[in-house]
């Protein structure tokens, strides 16, 4: 792609670091920054910034928060006993909306991925562990992805569990094998956290 100006050609080139934004979009996402009022675009950057500089992860749960602890970990009337353990906040996010969950959650961050490099020390795994050494916790559900590495994950921490008093259960695949969390729609995600299975007889199941 040749440019015109040096200028348009860095914030092009910035922009198209962003995921699933290619060249291309990458223009014309920003001559359409560039048509809008002056303020539009201070808004954004102002925006990005200051969720950059200021964000906090929840201390127990490694969601998104904006305090010490988030709303879910401070609700009393959730169930601390029963931990959903997922990838990130896009997973806690799409499990709030089904209103079928009154249980805390553990955000990983990620999942376990030798290709990409991820192992489980860059992941939120020590801390589940101690949180279940700790005793409040009675379950443990895993809401993954059924992806290789979602599996290799939920398998790794469920060996590191070994010798501790929990249950451990996965949510019911009415969801096809590599589906998102986030793309479920509401009623079958709701229903296979309500339809749980053992963990050990979702691995036989696969
Ligand atoms: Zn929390």
């Known amino acids: 792609m040749e440019f015109s100006s040096k200028l348009l050609e860095n914030a092009v080139q910035e922009m198209s670091h962003l995921p699933g934004i290619g060249k291309r979009t990458a223009l014309r996402l920003v001559l359409h920054l560039l ?24 201390k127990s749960c490694h969601n998104i928060s904006d305090t010490e ?4 970990c401070a609700n009393p009337k959730r169930d601390e006993s029963l931990v959903c353990v997922v990838e990130d906040i896009r997973d806690v996010m799409a499990i709030e909306n089904t209103s079928q969950y009154k249980g ?14 991820v192992g489980p ?4 795994i020590a801390s589940l562990i101690q949180k279940v050494k700790e005793g409040t916790v009675k379950e443990l559900i895993f809401a993954l992805s059924s992806t290789m590495e979602g599996d290799t994950t939920n398998f790794y921490i469920y060996r590191q569990l070994e ?14 094998v590599g ?16 339809n749980r ?4 007889s979702s691995i036989k199941a696969n």
């Open 121 to 124: 020390q860059d992941l939120n």
């Open 35 to 58: 048509k809008q009022p002056q303020e539009r675009t201070e808004l954004l950057t102002e925006a990005l910034m200051k969720l950059k500089s200021e964000v906090n992860f929840c």
């Open 69 to 72: 602890l988030c709303e879910i």
């Open 163 to 176: 010798g501790l008093e929990v249950v451990t259960s996965a949510i019911a695949r009415g969801i096809s």
């Open 197 to 200: 299975v053992p963990f050990e």
């Open 104 to 117: 805390l959650y553990h955000v990983l961050g990620g999942k376990i991925s030798p290709m990409e490099g």
């Open 179 to 194: 589906d998102e969390l986030e793309f479920a729609d509401e009623v079958t995600l709701g229903r296979s956290i309500v």
